[in-house]
C-alpha cells in the first residue's frame, strides 16, 4: 500500500488539462445519476443543423458524440484547454473558440441546439443565439456538491449551498423564454479510495476550496488518508441536475 507522500506525489504530477477525469479509473466509484446526458444529446443530434457546446473543456465530451453537425462550434472559457480543444476537435471540422458564457461570439439565433455539461449557464445568453423551438441541454454541479470535502478540510464553501440548483436555473431560463421539457436533480453518492484521488479531484475542480494546495492543507489531508485507511474510502455527494428546455419567445 503506497504511502500518504506516494498517493499525493502522484497526484500533483498528474495533468488537469482538458476536461479529463480519467486518472481517476479505479481510484473513485459512483457519481453516476439517474439520467444519460451524451444518450440524450446523441439522441437530438440527427436533427440538428447548428450546435454550439458551451466550455467544452478538452472536447472530450462532445468528441464522444461523434459524428456531429457540419456546423458545429465548441466555446471554452479556460485558456490552457484551447489548444487542448483544437488539437481533439479540428479533425472533427469543429470550429473552437475562445469565450465565456456571459459573451457567447454569435450572432442571434444561430444555433438548434446548445449543449452545456458542467459549464457555466448564462439564460439570457443561451436565448439570444438560439432559433426559435432551439433546445438547450445542459447538466450542471449544484452548489452542494461536494460540500463534506470542505468539511474535512476545515475551509466553508465558496459558494451558497442554495446558490445554484435547479429551481435556480429553472426560474432564470424560464424568465428568458424557455419552456423545460425535462428537468432532474439529484445528489449522488461519489467514493474516494485513495487520498491522491481527492488531491487530484481538488486540483481539478478549483473552486470547491478556492485556495487549494496539498502543502497548505497537509494537516486535514493527512487526517483524511488516516480516515480512508481505516474505514476503507471517504464518500461525498455530487450535486447534479439536469434541464432539457426549448426556446419560445414571446409574441410580438
Not at 469565450?99 to 454569435?106: N, V
Not at 429553472?170 to 467514493?191: F, N, S
Not at 492543507?217 to 426549448?246: C, N
Request: aromatic share 8%; with cysteine.
Amino acid at each position: 500500500m503506497l504511502s500518504y507522500d506516494d498517493l499525493v506525489d502522484q497526484a500533483v504530477q498528474a495533468s488537469t488539462l482538458g476536461w479529463d477525469f480519467s486518472w481517476l479509473r479505479g481510484r473513485t466509484t459512483g457519481g453516476k445519476p439517474s439520467w444519460a446526458y451524451t444518450e440524450r444529446a446523441s439522441a437530438l443530434l440527427p436533427t440538428t443543423r447548428r450546435l454550439l457546446d458551451i466550455d467544452t473543456g478538452g472536447g472530450e465530451v462532445l468528441a464522444s458524440l461523434s459524428p456531429l453537425p457540419r456546423h458545429t462550434i465548441a466555446m471554452e472559457g479556460w485558456q490552457p484547454n484551447v489548444p487542448v480543444a483544437v488539437k481533439r476537435l479540428r479533425p472533427m471540422n469543429v470550429t473552437v473558440l475562445a469565450g465565456t458564457a456571459d459573451r457567447i461570439p454569435a450572432r442571434e439565433a444561430t444555433f438548434d441546439l446548445v449543449l452545456n455539461r458542467h459549464g457555466a449557464l448564462d439564460a439570457a445568453e443561451v436565448a439570444r443565439v438560439l432559433t426559435e423551438g432551439g433546445r438547450l441541454l445542459t447538466q450542471q454541479v449544484g452548489s452542494r456538491n461536494n460540500l463534506e470535502l470542505n468539511l474535512a478540510l476545515g475551509t466553508p464553501s465558496s459558494t451558497d449551498p442554495k446558490s445554484w440548483t435547479l429551481a435556480v436555473a429553472e426560474e432564470q431560463l424560464h424568465k428568458c423564454g424557455l419552456r423545460m421539457l425535462d428537468a432532474r436533480e439529484d445528489m449522488i453518492d461519489y467514493t474516494f479510495q485513495d487520498i491522491g484521488a481527492i488531491v487530484f479531484h481538488l486540483r481539478s475542480v478549483p473552486w470547491q476550496v478556492s485556495d487549494f494546495d496539498h502543502n497548505r492543507y497537509e494537516k486535514p489531508l493527512r487526517a483524511l488518508h488516516e480516515r480512508i485507511q481505516s474505514e476503507g474510502a471517504f464518500t461525498v455527494h455530487d450535486h447534479r441536475f439536469f434541464i432539457e428546455a426549448e426556446l419560445r419567445r414571446a409574441r410580438q
